[in-house]
């Protein structure tokens, strides 16, 4: 049973750039979420995604954007790069039932140059 | 009063000793609180969590000790040992609320267990 798939693993991009990430949820789940961490911290959330919509947001500005699709997998998107940006990408999947079994990606680490 | 203030920053523990990472949070709302354990390269995993209507929950050598009054939560590895090395994350959500599935993470610590 695969776990929480993430793509690619790393990736190096220029300033003022932009980067799309993805993520497949593990099997049975409906819920994705996606985090920021950034070196020797812990992950801060961006945002969530149930039923294709984006239903809770962290303190992240509008750059930052995602999309799920109809089979639960979901994009992170990341306009006008900045250095700051810099950071492993963590997306973790779970139900909308219960929080139990929320399960995280091994992320894909994005350095701006 | 969303933040999850995590201490020590780093611990060095021999092995067969106890390790003890303490949380405190603000938000009272929170009712879900669960560790994680992350190694380089991979994403957190879950270790066990807690809700505030019990004091103690242990699996296997994992312990975790929650202060409602207090708004305190700590993790208790017995037995360490050096696979035990990892960052480990304590973090805090409110479940049942509105902020369902966005956790709010401490700042990690850092434990090494010596052989």
């Known amino acids: 049973d695969a776990g929480v798939t993430q793509s690619p693993t790393h990736l190096i991009k220029t300033r003022g750039q932009q980067v799309t990430l993805r993520c497949s949820p593990k099997?049975?789940?409906?819920?994705v979420s996606w985090y920021q961490q950034a070196l020797g911290q812990g992950p801060q959330f961006i945002f969530q995604y149930y039923e294709e919509e984006e239903r809770q947001r962290g303190n992240f500005p509008d750059r930052f954007s995602g999309h799920q699709y109809p089979n639960y997998s979901s994009e992170l998107n990341v306009n006008a790069l900045l250095l700051g940006d810099s950071a492993l990408y963590l997306c973790?999947?779970?139900?909308?039932?219960?929080?139990?079994?929320?399960?995280f990606g091994s992320g894909t680490r994005l350095t701006v140059v | 009063q969303q933040q999850v203030k995590q201490s020590p920053q780093s611990l060095i523990v021999q092995k067969g000793g106890i390790s003890i990472i303490n949380c405190a949070y603000e938000n009272t709302a929170f009712d879900y609180f669960p560790w994680y354990q992350q190694f380089p390269g991979k994403g957190p995993a879950l270790l066990i969590a807690i809700r505030p209507d019990v004091s103690e929950k242990k699996e296997g050598r994992f312990t975790i000790s929650f202060n409602k009054s207090a708004k305190q939560f700590s993790l208790h590895i017995m037995d360490s040992q050096p696979g035990d090395s990892a960052t480990y994350f304590c973090a805090a959500t409110n479940a049942g609320g509105t902020s369902y599935g966005k956790l709010t993470f401490g700042q990690g610590t850092i434990l090494t267990v010596h052989p």
């Open positions: 099997s049975g789940h409906d819920t």
């Open positions: 973790a999947s779970s139900t909308s039932r219960t929080l139990y079994g929320y399960t």
